[in-house]
């Protein structure tokens, strides 16, 4: 997948940091014009995160070979645009209704999107998506569990699009802890043109400290490795990232109250009258078509409860999206609901 990736890139020097060029072990480092006094953080960060990803590896199970991590699964998405996409001549598919950084980071470096919009169901239209590609279209953008609908993309619709797409398929896995479907870190080995991301930001409750995860072949790594900064994961976030995954009790036990505490709400809401729809999730969250979308909308921050609006994106009318919170706060999500079954003039 080299021969994919912009000439510039192909052909790049990377930066050859000084924490990077001298490998071996020494007592004195006076290479890279650090304050020599120790306060914990005086010293540049391991540009590689080996720590960080040995631990990946005891836990996921994939090598540190096949990992790449940035500062957040932002990082990321942004760097795959900058490897593969020549601004104003490349584009990328996506798949809307979904996440919104696609666009975002494509807008940011001049990088047209193409836009196929999934199902009534929720699922790629495989058919659509091949017509709609041509060979500047360097990536597909899958989110599965997708955020904002929360189901997962059937795992065959997947792999089709992998065997087919010429490009990069990058499947976003932001919430596949919360799912029962397997992640599609498995087709790493087998494709050469795919790319899975996951995140410390949502399952793992650490959101604040900005670290997400690409995996794919060494090849692709590489490019990544090229084409980031230097330093991109700071100190802090390395071991804040290595303290939080010594908590594997606590993460599995987090994980599975969340999900209760989404199946809890699954059942309830569509007592409401004036819920339409609880659309089926595999994620944190729940999309939810409701009556008059905006009152119950502005009705909720006036009880100080913020939710997502999502009534005007496509396939998505009508919706609002509640993140699944502490069981209290869903409690008191539901009294604020049914305040308002008794309170709303339908029209
Ligand atoms: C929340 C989310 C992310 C996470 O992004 P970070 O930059 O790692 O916090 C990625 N993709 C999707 C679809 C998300 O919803």
Request: hydrophobic letters at 40%.
């Amino acid at each position: 997948m080299i021969q994919l990736a912009r000439k510039n890139i192909q052909s790049l020097k990377p930066y050859s940091s000084a924490r990077h060029e001298f490998e071996g072990k020494a007592d004195i480092f006076l290479d890279a014009n650090e304050n020599p006094f120790n306060n914990g953080m005086n010293r540049y960060p391991d540009p590689f995160q080996e720590k960080v990803k040995a631990r990946i590896e005891e836990v996921k199970g994939i090598s540190p070979k096949n990992t790449f991590l940035g500062n957040g699964s932002d990082e990321a998405i942004d760097l795959l645009l900058r490897i593969y996409c020549e601004p104003g001549q490349d584009h990328i598919i996506t798949l809307p209704p979904t996440y919104g950084m696609y666009q975002v980071s494509a807008d940011i470096n001049n990088v047209a999107v193409k836009k196929v919009n999934l199902t009534k169901d929720f699922q790629p239209d495989t058919k659509a998506i091949l017509k709609a590609a041509t060979s500047r279209s360097k990536i597909l953008f899958i989110c599965s569990p997708n955020n904002p609908t929360g189901n997962c993309i059937k795992r065959e619709l997947i792999e089709a699009l992998i065997q087919q797409f010429k490009g990069i398929v990058v499947i976003d896995e932001a919430y596949i802890d919360f799912a029962s479907d397997e992640s599609a870190t498995a087709f790493i080995g087998k494709y050469p043109n795919v790319v899975v991301l996951q995140t410390f930001s949502k399952a793992w409750a650490m959101a604040g400290i900005r670290l997400g995860m690409a995996f794919a072949s060494e090849e692709i790594i590489g490019l990544f490795n090229k084409v980031k900064p230097p330093y991109n994961v700071n100190t802090i976030t390395q071991k804040a990232a290595l303290v939080g995954m010594r908590g594997i009790d606590d993460f599995k036990k987090n994980l599975t109250k969340i999900i209760e505490e989404r199946k809890q709400l699954e059942e309830l809401l569509p007592e409401f009258s004036y819920v339409q729809k609880v659309y089926p999730s595999d994620a944190n969250f729940l999309l939810v078509k409701v009556d008059q979308p905006n009152e119950l909308y502005d009705f909720l921050v006036r009880k100080k409860i913020v939710v997502r609006n999502r009534s005007t994106v496509t396939l998505c009318e009508g919706c609002l999206r509640f993140t699944i919170g502490k069981p209290k706060e869903n409690q008191l999500l539901l009294k604020a609901l049914k305040k308002w079954a008794k309170k709303r003039i339908p029209n």
